[in-house]
């Protein structure tokens, strides 16, 4: 994760294959939206912070073998300013 707040302007978090948080990398960091994003940040030990007990991600991950079925991942997203639409690489 260091890596990536390092070299990267802007983060998109995908969770079962879709994009669930896009923006600066630096807000996502500060201020995860997405229950996933949280657990990712609170699941890296700080290389400079103090020491702390991780935490897993709680649950179970959504069925890959069909998709349509767990909607709850879809009604837990939240987007930035910018629509995920919008995400298009040059």
């Known amino acids: 994760m260091s890596v990536v707040s390092h070299y990267s302007d802007r ?3 995908m ?3 879709e994009i ?3 923006g600066p990398t630096r807000e996502v960091f500060d201020r995860p939206e997405h ?3 949280q657990g990712l940040m609170e699941a890296f030990p700080s290389l ?3 020491s702390k007990q991780l935490t897993g991600i709680a649950g ?3 069925s890959l073998v069909d998709p349509r ?3 709850s991942s879809r009604r837990a997203a939240r987007t930035r300013t910018m629509s995920v639409a919008a995400f298009v690489p040059n």
Do not use: C
């Open 20 to 22: 669930v948080e896009l």
């Open 35 to 37: 229950p996933y994003s």
């Open 48 to 50: 400079l912070g103090e």
């Open 11 to 13: 983060l998109a978090v």
């Open 69 to 71: 079925r767990d909607v």
């Open 60 to 62: 179970n991950p959504p």
């Open 15 to 17: 969770y079962a294959g």
